[in-house]
C-alpha cells in the first residue's frame, strides 16, 4: 500500500455499487448508485467527493466503486468530469434524478400527478437499457425526447433543446436567434406523437398528415353452425360507401379464426388516410358471410337435434362453398381519431342479416351503433391508430407491422402520391343485378362468379387476388335467398400483370343455387355479361359505373368468348344503336335486365390515359413532326397523376424531341414545362426526387442547354401567356440547361465561343428577369411575386456559371428594379432567400448587398409596416453574421463592418418598434429577441464607435434613455416564459455586456461638469434602478436550482448579480457630491439587492446604507430620518415577500455596527439604536415570513403578527401599526374568531379620532368611500358590533352601541340613526337573555419549553383561551397537531435546564382557572345567566393548584400531611383580547397548610350541593339523580371519611396547643361541617319530593340518605356539641357584638375615588347601629342597596354620565391600607373565593396599587346582601358569592386588576399598556368606560353565629314565595389571610384566621 496520496490520473469517475456508511469526520458516506469524482488515491483508497455535494469530500475504498468512462472539461482552473455516454443516456439520468426530487413533493402534497410521474420515471429506465444495449431508432428517441418535454412542461421544468436527431444541444453552439426559435418550437410539439409519427432519412418528405389504422383481429362470439367469412373494411357514413380495400378473415363456427394454429396472423393497417378522412364519420365495418349449403335461415334454431343434423350432414364440395350472409358489426372511429389513443379488445356487437342485403344492414347497424350493447353475439378487435409513411412504420414497429400483416389501402391515390410506392390495384364492385322483375317471375337464389378470361377463352388463373400473396381464377358473390334483384356491393381485385393486360376481359356468371343439395348439384349457368379491360388504344378502361347487358340461355353448357365479344357489352352500347347478334338464337336478352359494376384503377403499372400512351410510343413509332406536335398538344391534356407515373420515361422522350434539329419549335419546350409544373404541385411533392434523381443519373443529353435558354429569354422577353409557368420552373430549367452545359464541357468537344454564348444567354435570361421586375402590370404582379420566390434558387444555379463577384452586380440591379411601393413582402422574403443563398457568403457579394437590405428595412420598421417579414429577414441575416461553426466562419470572412451597418441602421428602429408594440403581442416578443441578437453581434469596438458618432448630446441621453427604459421594461414584464431558461440567461448575459458598455459612456459623459455636459439625474436614475431590477431579478437566483445546474450556470455566465452588484457601488462612489438626490428613493432598490443571499454583493452594498446615513446627517440638521422611515419600510415590504434571511441580519448588524464605531461624522449614540431597532425589525419580520410559508397552523401566524404589530406601536409607526391590524383582523376572520377580529379592529378605532380630518388613502384599508377620520371611526365601531354579534360578545357590543348612541344624541344629533343603534341595543340585550346559554370560556396553561420552538415561544409560559366544550384532552390534542414534534411532560414543575436548552420541544399543558372580579353585581339582583359571562371573561390573573404531601406521609391519616400548591399567573393582557392566548408573567407559587386545604375542600362541597338544591328548586322538572349520588357520599358513613378523618386531626387539642393561631380556622372547618349539615338536610327534604312526585324507583336511596343523614347529624352534634349550643342561643348582644369584632369584618370605602385612610372596623360607631337597627327588624345586615340608591345621580339622562365618564381621563390607582390581620395571601384568596358552580378567587379593585412592602400583606373584605328574611338559614363565616375581595399584594410594583386595553387620549403609549387596555373597568357598571360611576357602599359582614334554624318549619306557601335569588343570597362562612411564615427553602407558608 503507498503511504502517500497522489492525484488520480486514469480513475476519476465511479459509481458507487455497494453503501459506505463508515462513520468518521474523514470518511466520504455512499449510497449505491452515487455519481462520485475522484481527486486523490492511496492503494485501496480514493478521495473525493459526490458529484451532487462538493462541498463534502472524503475517503472510500476503491472496491465500493466502479470505474466508468469520462470527458474531461476544464474551464480555467475548474475541471468538470462528465461520464463518457451516449447523450440521450446521460439526459435520461440527469432527468431521474431531477424527478426523483420532485416525486418525493408531489407524495407529500398529494398530488395525483404522482403515480404518472412514477410510472414515466419506469419507462425513463426501460428506454435507458434499451440505448444502452443499442436497441434504439429514431421513433424511440422520437417517443423518449417528445415524452421528456412534455413532462418538462407539467413540471414546469427548463425548456430542452435539440437537434433535428432529438440530441440536445447547447447555448454555445446555436445563436441567439436559433436559441429562441427552438424555444418556440418546443411549444408546439408538447404533446406526445412517439407512436403516431413516422421517420424517414434526411432527404425524405415528412408525412405526418398521412394516417394508419392498425386493426388486430382477436376472436368472434358467434352462433352460425358453420365456417364463417369476416370482410374488415371502412365505411364512410357520411357518403354511404367504402373507402378502402377489404381483409377476408376465415372462422370456424364458433367465432375463433380457423389457421390460429399455424401462427397466421389476424391484422391489417389501413394505410394513407388523410385528415378528411380522420374527421369524417368513418365506420369498420366486419361482415360476416357463411361458407356452407343452401339451406334456409332457419337453420339458426335453438333445438339441439336440428343443429347436430346440420353439422353432421355429408357435405359436397360442389354444394358446400355457397356465401350466404349472416350478420354485420361496425365500430365508431371517432372516437378513436379524437383521443388518438389505443382500443385494446374492443366488441364490435352484431346485428343479424335483416333479409335485404348486408349492405341495408350497414346502415341499420351504425344508425344503432351507439346503442346496442351487450348483444349475445360479437366480434372482437385490437385498434391502434398511427401517423406516417406505411413502409416507415413497419421498420419503426417490426413488431407490430410483421410481414405477415395486409397492408389495405384506400380506393385511389392517397393526397401525397410517393414515389417508389408502386401499387397495381385494379378493384371491381359488384353493386346490383336487375332480374325477372315481374312479379310472376319465380324468385331465384342467384350466385353470380367473376373470372378474367383471355381473347382465347382461358381463364387467368391468378386473376382474382384474393390477398396475403393469394389469388384464386374465380370470385363468388353471396347468394340471397329468393331475390332476383340483390344488391350485392362486394368488391374484389383482379390480380393482373402489366406486361399481359391486353385483350382480357371480365366475365360474369349467373347461377341459381337450390336449398335442396341433390338438386344444387346440377345448378348451370344461365345468364352471363361481360366487361372488356382495355380500350382499341390498348388503354386501361376508365374509372366509371357500368351496366352490362344481362345474356340469357339455359341450353349452353358452356359460355366461350366468340359467343359475345363482338357483341356489346353494356347498355350504353345499346343505346348508341350497336345490336347484339347470336346466330343460334340460344342467347337472349332484355334490356331491363343488367348488372352494374364499378371500377377502379389505382395503379402506377397502367394507365387509362391514351394521351399519355402515344407520347410513351413515340420512340418506336416514328412519328413525322406534325404528327408530333399533335402528340404533344394533346399530352399536355393528359391527366397529371398519369403523367407523373411515367416520369422518367416522358422526361426521356422530350430531352428526345428537344435534341431533334427538326423539332426545335416551341412545342417540345411547353411540354417540359408542363411536366415540371406537375410536379411542382403539393400532390405530386414526392416526384421532385425522382426528378432529381433523373437529373443526377439519368440525363445525359448534351445539345439542350443553348435551345433551353434561347427558350426562356424569347418566352420573358416576349411576355407571352407561357411566362407563369416558366417562372415557376426556372430554378429546374436553369438546372437541367446548366447541367446539360456541363455534360458538354465535360465531353471535351466544347469551345470557348460556345462557352462564351452559354454565358451571355444565361446573362440575357438575367436581364429579361430585370427588366420584368420594373413592369407595373397587374397581369404580371403574380409573376413578379413567383420570380421573387425563387430568385435565390435561381442565382443558387447561377452561381456554378458566374462568380459571386459578377452575380451580385445583377442582384443589385434587379433589387433596384423592384418598384419601392410595390411587392414588399415578396421583396423581403426574396431578401431573406437571398442572405441564406451561398451568395451571402462571399464578402465583395455581402459588400454590396448589405446596404441595400439594411436601408430598405430601417425604412419599414420605422413606418412600422411588414414587420413580420422584416423579422424573418433580419433574423436570418443575424443568424448568418454570427456563425457558431469554424467552417463556417471561415466561409463567411470578416463580418465587424456588416455587423456595424446593421448597428448604425437598424438598431433603433428595432427598439422603437419593442417600445410601441403591444407588449402581449407576437411582434413584441420577436423584435425584443432582434434587439438582444443585435446587442449579442457587437462588441467592444461597435459600442465606442456608435457612442462616439453621436455629435449631439441630446442624441445620446436619448438613445441610452431607450437602452435602459427597454431593458427594465424586459426586466419588469418577462417576456419569455418562465420556463425558457437558456433563452432567459442568454438575455441576461447580453444585457449585462450592454449595461457595462452603457455605464462606460455615463460615467464619461454625464458625472462631471466638463465639455458643458451637466450631470443628468434622470440617466443615473434610470441606470441605477436598471441595475437593481438586473440584479434582483427571479432568474438570477442560482440558489434555488440544483445543485449541477448551479454549478453549470456558474460555469458558463459566473454569478451575473455579483458583477453588477460591485459596478452598482462603484457607481455609488463615483456620484460623490450627488448622491444626495437620490436619498431615500435608492434605499429600497438597495435593500432588494442585499437581502439577495451572497455574502459577497452583501459585503459590497450594505456599506452604502451607512454611506446614506452619513449623506442624510449631513446635508438635513443632522439627522436620517428619511433613511430610517425608508429602510424600515421597505423592510417590511420585502422580508415579507420572501427576501432575506439570519445571515443578513448578523451581516448588517455586524457591517453596521463597525461602521458606526469607526465613523466621526454621526455620534453612535445616534447610529447604533438605529442599527438594533433595524436589526430588531429584520428578526421579526423573518420569523413573521417564516411562519407564514413553513408552519401550517394559523397559531404562529397570528402570534408573528401581534410580535410585528407590538413592535411598530413601541417605535410609534402608526401607518405600519394599522398595516398590521389588518392583517391580524384577516387571519381572525380567516379562523372564523370573531371576538378576537373585533377587539384587533377596536385597536384601530381607538387611533382615530372624533373630527374631519382628512384620510390618507393607506389608512382606509377597504373602505374606499370615506374620506374623514370620524366616518371611519363610525364604521369601524359598526363592524366591531357585527364581529361581536357573530362571535355572542354582545356585553362588549352593548359598550360599543352604547358609545355611538351618546355621539348621535349629544353631538351629531342624528336620531336616525339614534333609533336605529338603539334598536342594535335592544336586540343585543334580547339576545342576552333569552339566547341559549352560553359555553362558559375556559382556560389552559401552556408551557413551551426547549429551543426547537420558534424563539417567540421558546421557554415561555402561556394562558389559552379554549373553544367553547373543549376539554383538555381535546385541547391536548390540539396542541400537539399545532406542535406536532413536542413532547407533552406529564409535570408540571419547572423543567430542567438541560430540556430547556435542547433542540427539541416539551409541552406543559394543564387546566387554569380564571378569577374574575364581580363587584359590579354586588347589591344587584341580576340573574345568574347574567353574571355568567363576566365569570369567566375580561380576566387577567389565573390559577392551578396541584396536592402534594409535605415531610412525611402520615399513613395512619393523610390530611395530617396533605398540602396544596398553587401557582397563580397573570398574563400580560387580559383574556380575551386581540389572539386567544397571552404570555403570562413570572408566576408566583404559594404552599396551603392542611388545614386550609381541608377547609376549601368543605366549602367547596357546600357549594356544589347548594348549586344542585337551587337547580332542583327553580325547576322542579329537571333530573336531580345526580343529587342522591351527591348527598349518599357526604352522608354514607362509609365514604365520608374525609370529614371524620378532620377531626381526628385538626380538632384535637394537642393540634390546637401546637397551633394556638390556627383556632379561628379550627373553628371556622367546625362550622362549615355544621353548616353542610345543615344543607344536607334541605338536600335531603327536596330529594325526598323529587322521589315522591315523579321518581318512586329511587325511595330505596332515599331511606338510606335519610338514615345515614340522622347518623351524621348525630357525630356532628358529638364532635361539634360546644360550637352547636352558642349558635342556638340567639342572643342580640352575642351577635352584635360579633359583628362588630374586628375580628371579623374589614371595611372598604364608600367612595372609589376617597383616598382617605381606611377606618378601623371597630370603630365605625355607625356600623354597628345599623347592624343592631337590622337585627331589630330581623335582619343581620342593612340591605346595601338603600344606601346605593341615596348616591345615584339624580339629574340628566344616562347618557350623560356616560358622556361625563368617557371623557374623564382614568385616575391613578390609589394605594390602600392593609389590612391589621394576615391570613392568606392574595394568590391564597384568589383559590379560596367560590361561586355557585366552582369556588373562585375574586379580582381586586383596580384603583388599588399593590406595594412591595405589605407582599406578605392581605386582607379580606366581604361585602354581603341581606336579605329581608330575618329568619332564613344563614351560611356562618362564608363569604357570600357576590364578594369583593381585596388583595394588597401579589406582585412587586403597581400592577391594576383590571388595566385598561385600550387607548385612551390621556393613557400610557407604551407598547405594553398599550395593548393591555380593557374594554371592562372593574369599578363600573358596564363592560366599557361608558357608564357613570356609582359609589360604593360598605356593608357589614355577617353575623358571627347564623340564625337558629326554626323548629317549627314554614308553611308550603311561605316555601314559594322565598325567591330563588335571596336563597343564592346566602352567607357563606368567611375565612380571612392570616400570617405568613417561610419554611427552610424560602417557599411561603400562609395560614388563615376565621
Known amino acids: ?266 391484422d391489417a393497417l389501413f394505410t394513407d388516410l388523410d385528415n378528411n378522412d380522420i374527421n369524417s364519420k368513418l365506420f369498420l365495418v366486419c361482415q360476416l358471410v357463411r361458407i356452407g349449403i343452401m339451406h334456409p335461415k332457419s337453420i339458426r334454431v335453438r333445438d339441439q337435434n336440428d343443429i347436430m343434423s346440420v353439422l353432421n350432414r355429408n357435405r359436397d364440395p360442389k354444394t358446400n362453398g355457397l356465401r350466404r350472409p349472416y350478420g354485420v358489426a361496425v365500430y365508431d372511429l371517432r372516437n378513436t381519431f379524437a383521443e388518438k389513443v389505443d382500443n385494446n379488445d374492443v366488441p364490435m356487437h352484431v346485428v343479424s342479416y335483416d333479409n335485404e342485403s348486408l349492405y341495408s344492414t350497414i346502415k341499420k347497424a351504425v344508425k344503432i351503433s351507439a346503442e346496442r350493447k351487450g348483444a349475445s ?49 385494379i378493384f371491381v364492385t359488384i353493386a346490383r343485378a336487375e332480374l325477372d322483375k315481374a312479379k310472376n317471375r319465380k324468385q331465384k337464389n342467384l350466385q353470380l362468379s367473376a373470372s378474367v378470361i383471355d381473347d382465347e377463352g382461358k381463364t387467368l388463373s391468378n386473376g382474382i387476388n384474393m390477398g396475403k400473396s393469394k389469388c384464386a381464377p374465380t370470385y363468388s358473390s353471396v347468394v340471397y335467398h329468393q331475390e332476383n334483384c340483390p344488391f350485392w356491393m362486394e368488391t374484389f381485385k383482379l390480380g393482373l400483370i402489366p406486361d399481359n393486360h391486353k385483350n382480357l376481359h371480365l366475365l360474369f356468371l349467373f347461377k341459381n343455387r337450390h336449398t335442396g343439395e341433390a338438386k344444387d348439384k346440377d345448378s348451370r349457368v344461365f345468364a352471363f355479361s361481360y366487361l372488356k379491360l382495355t380500350n382499341p388504344d390498348s388503354a386501361f378502361i376508365a374509372d366509371d359505373s357500368y351496366e352490362l347487358i344481362i345474356y340469357k340461355t339455359d341450353k349452353l353448357l358452356k359460355v366461350t368468348p366468340e359467343m359475345y365479344l363482338s357483341n356489346p357489352s353494356t347498355i350504353n352500347e345499346l343505346t348508341n344503336g350497336k345490336e347484339p347478334r347470336f346466330p343460334n338464337n340460344d342467347i337472349t336478352f332484355n334490356t331491363k335486365d343488367f348488372l352494374s359494376i364499378q371500377i377502379r384503377v389505382c395503379s402506377t403499372k397502367f394507365t387509362q390515359s391514351a394521351r399519355v400512351l402515344r407520347l410513351l410510343k413515340w420512340s418506336n413509332a416514328k412519328c413525322a413532326p406534325k404528327e408530333t406536335t399533335k402528340i404533344l398538344e394533346h399530352f399536355m391534356d393528359a391527366e397529371k397523376s398519369e403523367v407523373v407515373k411515367f416520369l422518367v420515361a416522358i422526361l426521356d422522350i422530350i430531352f428526345q424531341i428537344l435534341s431533334k434539329p427538326n423539332l426545335s419549335g416551341i412545342l417540345p419546350y411547353r411540354a417540359l414545362v408542363f411536366v415540371l409544373c406537375t410536379i411542382e404541385e403539393e400532390k405530386f411533392r414526392g416526384f421532385k426526387k425522382v426528378f432529381d434523381s433523373f437529373i443526377e443519373n439519368h440525363f445525359k443529353e448534351t445539345s439542350v442547354h443553348t435551345k433551353l435558354l434561347t427558350d426562356i429569354k424569347n418566352v420573358l422577353a416576349n411576355e407571352e401567356t407561357g411566362v407563369p409557368d416558366t417562372i415557376k420552373v426556372l430554378q429546374p430549367l436553369l438546372r437541367l440547361a446548366i447541367k446539360s452545359e456541363k455534360l458538354d464541357e465535360k465531353q471535351g468537344k466544347q469551345t470557348g465561343s460556345v462557352k462564351q454564348q452559354f454565358v451571355t444567354k444565361l446573362i440575357d435570361v438575367l436581364l429579361a428577369i430585370n427588366n420584368l421586375m420594373s413592369t407595373k402590370s397587374d397581369f404580371l404582379l403574380p409573376t413578379q411575386k413567383e420570380i421573387l420566390s425563387s430568385y435565390a434558387l435561381n442565382c443558387e444555379e447561377i452561381l456554378n456559371v458566374l462568380s459571386p463577384h459578377q452575380l451580385s452586380d445583377y442582384v443589385h440591379e434587379f433589387l433596384q428594379k423592384i418598384p419601392p411601393d410595390r411587392l414588399i413582402e415578396p421583396k423581403l422574403a426574396s431578401l431573406c432567400n437571398i442572405v441564406e443563398s451561398p451568395l451571402f457568403l462571399d464578402v465583395d457579394g455581402r459588400k454590396k448587398l448589405m446596404p441595400d437590405i439594411c436601408q430598405y428595412v430601417r425604412v419599414l420598421l420605422f413606418s412600422m409596416k411588414e414587420l413580420g417579414p422584416c423579422y424573418s429577414l433580419l433574423k436570418t441575416l443575424f443568424n448568418k453574421l454570427q456563425p457558431r461553426s469554424a467552417d463556417l466562419k471561415e466561409k463567411l470572412g470578416p463580418t465587424l463592418k456588416n455587423v456595424y451597418n446593421l448597428v448604425e441602421n437598424v438598431l433603433r428602429p428595432i427598439m422603437a418598434v419593442v417600445s410601441k408594440a403591444d407588449p402581449f403581442s407576437t411582434i413584441h416578443l420577436n423584435y425584443a429577441t432582434l434587439m438582444i441578437a443585435l446587442f449579442s453581434l457587437m462588441e467592444k469596438d461597435h459600442f465606442s464607435t456608435y457612442f462616439a458618432s453621436f455629435h449631439d448630446d441630446q442624441d445620446l441621453t436619448d438613445l441610452l434613455n431607450e437602452i435602459y427604459t427597454t431593458f427594465l421594461e424586459l426586466i419588469r414584464k418577462p417576456i419569455y416564459k418562465s420556463d425558457w431558461h437558456i433563452m432567459l440567461m442568454s438575455q441576461n448575459a447580453i444585457m449585462l455586456n450592454v449595461i457595462r458598455q452603457c455605464f462606460t459612456a455615463l460615467t464619461n459623459s454625464y458625472l462631471h461638469d466638463n465639455e458643458g455636459r451637466r450631470f443628468n439625474y434622470q440617466l443615473w436614475n434610470s441606470f441605477l434602478q436598471l441595475s437593481v431590477a438586473f440584479v434582483t431579478q427571479d432568474v438570477l437566483h442560482l440558489e434555488k436550482y440544483p445543485f449541477s445546474k448551479y454549478r453549470k450556470i456558474l460555469r458558463r455566465y459566473q454569478d451575473m448579480r455579483l458583477i453588477l452588484g460591485l459596478q452598482i457601488a462603484s457607481a455609488w462612489k463615483k456620484l460623490g457630491k450627488f448622491k444626495i438626490n437620490f436619498i431615500p428613493g435608492i434605499v429600497g432598490p438597495l435593500l432588494e439587492v442585499a437581502l439577495l443571499p451572497n455574502q459577497d454583493l452583501r459585503g459590497a452594498v450594505i456599506p452604502i446604507f451607512f454611506d446614506m446615513m452619513c449623506c442624510e446627517y449631513s446635508h438635513y440638521n443632522e439627522n436620517f430620518n428619511n433613511v430610517e422611515l425608508e429602510m424600515i419600510q421597505k423592510l417590511d415590504t420585502l422580508i415579507e415577500s420572501g427576501q432575506g434571511d439570519k445571515q443578513y441580519k448578523e451581516m448588517f448588524r455586524e457591517i453596521m455596527t463597525r461602521l458606526c464605531n469607526n465613523n466621526l461624522t454621526i455620534n453612535p449614540s445616534l447610529s447604533l439604536p438605529f442599527v438594533e431597532t433595524i436589526t430588531l425589525l429584520i428578526e421579526k419580520l423573518l420569523d413573521y415570513h417564516t411562519v407564514h410559508n413553513t408552519y401550517e397552523s394559523l397559531h404562529s401566524r397570528l402570534h408573528c403578527t401581534v410580535n410585528l404589530l407590538n413592535f411598530y406601536k413601541d417605535i410609534k409607526k402608526d401607518e405600519m401599526y394599522v398595516r398590521y391590524v389588518y392583517k391580524l383582523r384577516d387571519l381572525h376572520l380567516e379562523a372564523k374568531s370573531y371576538i378576537e377580529a373585533g377587539y384587533t379592529l377596536l385597536l384601530h378605532a381607538e387611533l382615530l379620532k372624533w373630527n374631519d380630518n382628512k384620510l390618507r388613502s393607506h389608512k382606509v384599508y377597504g373602505y374606499t368611500s370615506i374620506d374623514k377620520e370620524c366616518k371611519l371611526k363610525e364604521a369601524l365601531y359598526h363592524e366591531i358590533i357585527d364581529y361581536f354579534d357573530r362571535g355572542q360578545n354582545w356585553e362588549d357590543a352593548i359598550s360599543i352601541c352604547k358609545r355611538l348612541a351618546i355621539r348621535y344624541e349629544t353631538e351629531e344629533y342624528d336620531y336616525e340613526k339614534l333609533s336605529a343603534i338603539l334598536k342594535r341595543l335592544a336586540e343585543l340585550y334580547n339576545k342576552i337573555v333569552n339566547e341559549p346559554i352560553r359555553p362558559a370560556s375556559v382556560y389552559y396553561y401552556v408551557g413551551c419549553y426547549g429551543k426547537g420552538f420558534p424563539s417567540f415561544l421558546s421557554n415561555k409560559t402561556f394562558i389559552y383561551l379554549g373553544r367553547p366544550l373543549e376539554q383538555i384532552i381535546d385541547f391536548q390534542h390540539r396542541m400537539q397537531r399545532i406542535f406536532p414534534d413536542a413532547l407533552v411532560l406529564s409535570t408540571l414543575d419547572l423543567p430542567e435546564r438541560s430540556k430547556m436548552e435542547s433542540d427539541k420541544q416539551y409541552l406543559q399543558i394543564c387546566k387554569a382557572d380564571p378569577i374574575s372580579n364581580l363587584d359590579q353585581f354586588i347589591d344587584t339582583q341580576a340573574s345568574e345567566r347574567i353574571k355568567r359571562f363576566y365569570k369567566t371573561n375580561h380576566v387577567q390573573v389565573f390559577q392551578f393548584s396541584r396536592p402534594f404531601h409535605k415531610g412525611k406521609k402520615e399513613t395512619e391519616n393523610e390530611f395530617a400531611t396533605l398540602w396544596l400548591k398553587r401557582t397563580i399567573l397573570r398574563t400580560k393582557y387580559v383574556l380575551p383580547g386581540i389572539l386567544q392566548w397571552f404570555e403570562t408573567n413570572n408566576p408566583e407559587i404559594i404552599e396551603i397548610d392542611p388545614l386550609e386545604y381541608a377547609i376549601e375542600s368543605v366549602q367547596m362541597k357546600v357549594l356544589e350541593l347548594k348549586d344542585v338544591i337551587e337547580r332542583a328548586q327553580q325547576n322542579p322538572k329537571i333530573n336531580i339523580n345526580n343529587l342522591g349520588l351527591q348527598l349518599n357520599g357526604i352522608l354514607d358513613a362509609a365514604v365520608n371519611g374525609g370529614i371524620a378523618q378532620y377531626a381526628k386531626v385538626f380538632f384535637t387539642l394537642k393540634y390546637i396547643t401546637d397551633y394556638p393561631d390556627k383556632e379561628s380556622s379550627i373553628n371556622h372547618l367546625k362550622e362549615l361541617i355544621l353548616y353542610l349539615t345543615r344543607v344536607a338536610e334541605d338536600g335531603v327534604e327536596v330529594h325526598g319530593d323529587y322521589v315522591k312526585t315523579g321518581a318512586p324507583s329511587l325511595q330505596p336511596l332515599h331511606d338510606k340518605i335519610t338514615n345515614n343523614l340522622s347518623e351524621f347529624q348525630e357525630k356532628v352534634d358529638g364532635y361539634y356539641k360546644p360550637v352547636y349550643s352558642v349558635i342556638k342561643r340567639k342572643k342580640e348582644s352575642r351577635t352584635a357584638r360579633r359583628i362588630a369584632s374586628s375580628k371579623y369584618l374589614s371595611f372598604r370605602p364608600s367612595n372609589i375615588g376617597d383616598k382617605s385612610p381606611t377606618r378601623a372596623p371597630g370603630d365605625d360607631d355607625d356600623m354597628l347601629m345599623r347592624s343592631k337597627r337590622s337585627q331589630s327588624t330581623g335582619q343581620l345586615f342593612e340591605d346595601p342597596r338603600s344606601d346605593l340608591n341615596n348616591h345615584k345621580h339624580q ?96 406582585t412587586s410594583g403597581p400592577i391594576p386588576v383590571k388595566p385598561p386595553r385600550y387607548r385612551s387620549p390621556e393613557a400610557d403609549y407604551s407598547s405594553e399598556s398599550y395593548l393591555s387596555l380593557s374594554l371592562t373597568d372593574s369599578y363600573q357598571v358596564g363592560p366599557l368606560d361608558v357608564s357613570p360611576v356609582l359609589p360604593k357602599k360598605t356593608v357589614p359582614r355577617r353575623y358571627v353565629n347564623s340564625i337558629e334554624k326554626k323548629a317549627n318549619k314554614k308553611t308550603a306557601n311561605d316555601r314559594n314565595q322565598a325567591s330563588s335569588l335571596e336563597k343564592r343570597r346566602s352567607s357563606l362562612p368567611q375565612f380571612i389571610a392570616g400570617s405568613v411564615s417561610s419554611d427552610e427553602s424560602g417557599t411561603k407558608k400562609y395560614d388563615t384566621q376565621v
Not at 455519481?35 to 492511496?42: A, C, K, S, Y
Not at 340628566?1692 to 390609589?1710: F, K, V
Request: contains cysteine; proline residues 3%.
Open 1691 to 1786: 339629574s340628566g339622562s344616562w347618557y350623560n354620565s356616560i358622556r361625563e365618564t368617557m371623557s374623564d381621563s382614568r385616575s391613578n390607582p390609589s394605594s390602600r391600607r392593609s389590612s391589621p390581620r394576615q391570613s392568606l395571601t392574595s394568590e391564597d384568596v384568589f383559590r379560596n373565593s367560590f361561586d355557585s358552580t366552582s369556588i373562585k378567587a375574586k379580582q381586586d379593585d383596580p384603583h388599588l396599587r399593590l406595594s412591595v412592602q405589605d407582599r406578605s400583606k392581605a386582607e379580606l373584605r366581604l361585602s354581603a346582601s341581606s336579605t329581608s328574611d330575618g329568619d332564613k338559614d344563614e351560611m356562618p363565616f362564608l363569604p357570600p358569592k357576590n364578594s369583593t375581595i381585596q388583595i394588597s399584594d401579589i
Open 1 to 266: 500500500m503507498q503511504s502517500t496520496w497522489k492525484k488520480s490520473t486514469m480513475a476519476r469517475l465511479g459509481i458507487a455499487i455497494y453503501n459506505f456508511t463508515l462513520d468518521g469526520d474523514h470518511y466520504l458516506q455512499l449510497q449505491v448508485g452515487d455519481t462520485v469524482h475522484i481527486l486523490e488515491e492511496n492503494g485501496g483508497w480514493y478521495y473525493g467527493y459526490v458529484v451532487h455535494n462538493e462541498s463534502q469530500k472524503g475517503i472510500f475504498p476503491a472496491n465500493y466503486v466502479t470505474l466508468k468512462d469520462y470527458v474531461l472539461e476544464k474551464h480555467g482552473i475548474m475541471e468538470n468530469v462528465i461520464p463518457k455516454e451516449k447523450p440521450l443516456v446521460s439526459e435520461i439520468i440527469e432527468k431521474l434524478r431531477e424527478y426523483g426530487d420532485i416525486l418525493k413533493t408531489l407524495y407529500l402534497n398529494r398530488d395525483q400527478k404522482f403515480l404518472n410521474l412514477a410510472g414515466f420515471m419506469y419507462e425513463l429506465m426501460d428506454y435507458r437499457q434499451k440505448i444502452m444495449y443499442d436497441d434504439i431508432t429514431p421513433e424511440l428517441i422520437n417517443t423518449i425526447t417528445a415524452q421528456i418535454t412534455y413532462w418538462n412542461r407539467v413540471l414546469k421544468l427548463d425548456v430542452t433543446l435539440r437537434n433535428e436527431r432529438g440530441d440536445r444541444i447547447e447555448e454555445d453552439e446555436l445563436t441567439v436567434m436559433e436559441i429562441y426559435e427552438k424555444h418556440m418550437d418546443s411549444c408546439t410539439k408538447l404533446e406526445i406523437k412517439s407512436e403516431t409519427q413516422g421517420f424517414r432519412n434526411d432527404n425524405s418528405q415528412s408525412y405526418s398528415d398521412i394516417y394508419n389504422l392498425f386493426v388486430n383481429f382477436k376472436h368472434g362470439v358467434l352462433e352460425a353452425f358453420d365456417h364463417c367469412e369476416a370482410i374488415l373494411s371502412l365505411y364512410d357514413a357520411a357518403t354511404d360507401s367504402f373507402i378502402s380495400e377489404s381483409v377476408h378473415i376465415r372462422l370456424d363456427d364458433k367465432g375463433m379464426p380457423v389457421d390460429l394454429a399455424k401462427d397466421i396472423e389476424y
Open 377 to 425: 353475439e360479437s366480434v372482437w378487435i385490437s385498434l391502434k391508430l398511427l401517423r406516417g409513411y406505411h413502409k416507415d412504420l413497419r421498420r419503426i414497429h417490426p413488431l407490430l407491422i410483421k410481414q405477415k400483416t395486409k397492408i389495405t389501402g384506400k380506393f385511389g391515390f392517397p393526397e401525397v402520391i410517393v414515389p417508389g410506392d408502386d401499387r397495381n390495384d
